[in-house]
């Protein structure tokens, strides 16, 4: 009797253990790989002259290393790196113009640049730097610079916004040819849930060396991300609608899985995963889904609308996410007139105003604007649905919805449209 009942506990426990495996599939991935972040973020150089650099509106004497090329071109500029002490670090930029220009890091933030080690050259048009944090000297991450070249109609636009967002009476901007890259480095590992490869890993986005959970969540979301991707991945984007999530989401519905975020490493040296039957927290949308239905009230905030009620004309359609507040915002609106001028038939508009509480100075604003087509009001409920962590975004679908581009900018629009217009020719 006592053998039965005992053989009956093991076979009990067996079973849920045997279900707990197959339903959790708890996975402890190391992050021994390293994967590019694709960002591709433009940075501001600013002309060096003499001694000093213009830091917000404040003139900083600066301490020069030694053997400082004072023949050269010279420029300067600002990252974040919280590490040492301070939002903003600041890096010198020997001989700009060259092919081999040599960065100079100010790690300890106290503006000489002759205490920090030896300076680092660029080689094939590339240079990695790696920065440790001094509270935690197991804490360290890296970034990658590069040139970075545009046209001459995106360097004239990129100037004139940059001029805009940067209010420093004193500080001179370099031609944006000359301007860099920068792409942080994320620390990646491998793993496989239900026959499916993932790549998975963590940006720390204000380059401290330390994972963590700190965050500003207003109206978009500020803080270390996880990355996840399907595939074995050398590079990711951090944007929420291609890999990047809130570092604090626990189920992430994710390919044929929920993924659980078990725990993580603060020093981004593992994490611990496993696929679960529990709801997600988050899902996201990404290019090839059909784009989720939402309600929004248009721009007099008492008329409500559905997204879908555009569907069935056989047009595209952008929808643009934007407020008065937003600079970039506003460069973009001639574009987005002449796209509605020149593809109006091809094409509706709708844009969706966001955090601006004067809606009669919003309205007056667009009618100022000749801002013809659709205008509604944006949620923080919504963005955060659609993924919308910056502005200006836009999202462009087909006729049936479908998503064909996030975050294209208006004359990527004009190329697709004139090129699927060709092509039903």
Known sequence: MHRLILITIILAVLSVSSGYSQNRHVKIVKLN????????????????????????????PI???MNFPSSAENAYFFFQYEAAGSDLAVVLVADYKSASPVLYFDSNNNFDFGDDGQPVTFRDGKVELRFHNPAQPDGKTTLSFSK????EETERRYLEMQKLLYKSPKAQFTLPRYWLSMNPIARVGYFRLNGIDYTIGFWDVNNDGIISRKYIDGEFYIGDRLLLAEGKQDSLDENFHKNGYKIFENVIAFSKSNIKIEEFDSLGNYVRVSSTEQPATVSRIKEGDILPSFSYKLIDNTTSNDVYALKGNGKYKLIEFWGTWCRGCVQLIPDLRTLHAEFGDRL???SLNFNDSDLEKVSKFIHAKEMTWQQGLSTLELNRKLGVNMFPYSILVDENFRIIAIKIQ???????ISKASVNTK
Do not use: C, T, W, Y
């Open 33 to 60: 790989k390293q994967a590019v972040i694709k960002r591709h973020e433009g940075i501001q150089l600013f002309v060096l002259n003499g001694s000093q650099i213009e830091k917000g509106n404040k003139s900083v």
């Open 63 to 65: 301490k020069l290393p």
């Open 148 to 151: 970075h070249i545009m046209d």
């Open 348 to 350: 509706d508009i709708l």
């Open 410 to 416: 208006p004359s990527l629009v004009k190329e697709h």
